[in-house]
Every structure is written in C-alpha cells, then in structure tokens.
C-alpha cells in the first residue's frame, strides 16, 4: 500500500520523494487545519472500542524539517483513535521538504475517494494546493461579496452571502468561468441580499444555466428587478413541482422559469426561448 501511495504521488504530484517508513511517538504528530479536519470525536470513540493495531495500517506524514514539526496527511482519525487506545507510537510513511501545496494535494489523493470529505473541506484544501480553478472561484466570490466558509456547525444560520454550495460554483466556473461565478452570485445578491434560499445550490446552477443562455441580451439590474417580488423559495417549489411532472433537470427548470418571469408582462424586448431542445 505504501508502494502504491508512493507511485500515485509521483503520477499526480509529478515529484519523486518516497515515504520512509519510521515508528514516532503519537504526541509529535498534528493536524494541519489549512487543509485537513479535526477528527470526528464519535468516530475516534467508535473506532477505539475494538482498535486493531494492524488494521491502523500506515499514516501518511510530512517532516517540516525546518520546526522539526510532523504533519499528518492521512490517518487523523486512526491517530486519535490510537491515543484513545492507549497507544503512544505509531508506523508512519514520512515525507521530507514537501511543500504545504504538496500536502495539500497529497491529503486530496488520500480522500477524493473516501465519503467522509465534505465538498468544502475537499476545496479548502484545493485552495491551499493552489488549484487554479479553486483560487479563481474564491476570488470571484469574494468580488461578489460572498465567503465560502470552512464549514458551519450544526444548527448555526447560514447567511445568504455565505456559500457552502461549492459543487454548484464548480459547475457554474465550468459553464461560464470566473466571471460566471462573479455574475451569478452578484446577482442573486442584489435581487435577494436578505433570503438565503438564493445562494442555495440550485438556485446558484439555474440562475447560471440562465445567464450562460442570456448573459448577452440583459443587464444584471433589469434581471433583478423583474425577479425580486418573486421569492426564490417559490421558485425552487415550482421546479421541483415540474421535474416531477416532466423529469427535467432542476437548474434547467429554474432557469427557464427565470426566463418566463423575465418575459412577464413584456411586449418587446423579449427573450427567445434556448431552452427548447433541453
């Protein structure tokens, strides 16, 4: 496993430097939080009741030669559990003069195929490996006045400038770029700066689908100002109303509902329908 690890870091980090296999104590390894978590307390206890040493396999850790500190890249969670356990050393893969963009990307190759990152946590640590795409999808958010957190507690109040729905930035920086992001998020902002239902993801993907058809024929302010009276809730109802009555694809269905509100009322001026062969 540790030869495997070995070979994808160099396939897609493109450096060469190889693990060493070393036994160090559990009280000189810690969680870097630019990138990684702390680990889940019910999952560490749950793990410790039956811990099996050999299960606990490798830890992944990078030597910051310079503050001679030992950085966990993977196995957080055995860590803890093995500390609950009572143990006090473990068999680590240690990597030397690694970058903290190396890391990054290394603790991204250990989780993208593990279900317990979440999409935040997965693009924090883009943004500390310096992804060109990550960077640019904050930087437009941030341009739209928006903050695209760590992550929220459980039952804390989300802002409506407060993004968690970065799959849904992701998709619209695939279908429009930076200035997609920035002009979708500018203006359901500005058309809803006190409803939080805007920024949610699919109404983030369908304002984007309508603006990628659109963004040519229109004004931002002319948009807003015939969405306003209309609260984006009614609008996420109506398109989950009518994906089940016509199988339609949610961002699709709000932008065309965006599209006919926008047509409301109009005798010129109207936007044609390029929604016809979707």
């Known amino acids: ?16 430097r190889i693990g060493q296999l070393t036994m160090l104590p559990l009280n000189r390894l810690e969680i870097d939080l630019n990138y990684g978590r702390s680990p889940n307390e019910l999952k560490v206890r749950t793990m410790s009741r039956d811990f099996s040493e050999a299960a606990a396999g490798v830890l992944m850790v990078s030597h910051r030669y310079s503050l001679d500190r030992y950085v966990l890249m993977d196995g957080g969670h055995r860590c803890a559990a093995m500390r609950l356990s009572g143990y006090t050393e473990a068999l680590c893969s240690v990597y030397e003069y690694l970058s903290i963009e190396n890391e990054a990307a290394i603790w991204v190759l250990c989780n993208r195929f593990r279900k317990n990152p979440t999409a935040l946590e997965m693009f924090k640590a883009a943004l500390v490996e310096k992804q060109p795409q990550a960077i640019a999808i904050n930087e437009a958010a941030k341009e739209a006045g928006c903050i695209i957190p760590d992550g929220l507690k459980a039952g804390q109040h989300r802002s409506p400038n407060v993004i968690n729905a970065v799959g849904a930035l992701q998709a619209v920086y695939r279908l429009g770029g930076k200035a997609g992001v920035r002009d979708t998020l500018v203006l359901l902002l500005t058309t809803w700066p006190d409803d939080r239902d805007a920024t949610m993801g ?18 931002l302010p002319a948009v807003g100002h015939k969405l306003r009276l209309h609260r984006p809730a009614q609008l996420l109802m109506d398109a989950g109303v009518q994906a089940r009555t016509y199988k339609g694809d949610a961002r699709t269905l709000i932008a065309k509902i965006i599209l006919n509100l926008y047509n409301s009322g109009r005798r010129a001026h109207r936007l044609p329908d390029k929604f016809i062969d979707i």
Do not use: C, H, P
């Open 1 to 16: 496993m540790v030869v495997e690890m070995d070979r994808q870091v160099l396939t897609e980090l493109g450096t060469s």
């Open 202 to 219: 699919n109404m983030i993907s369908g304002m984007a689908m309508f603006l990628s058809k659109y963004r040519d024929d229109i004004t």
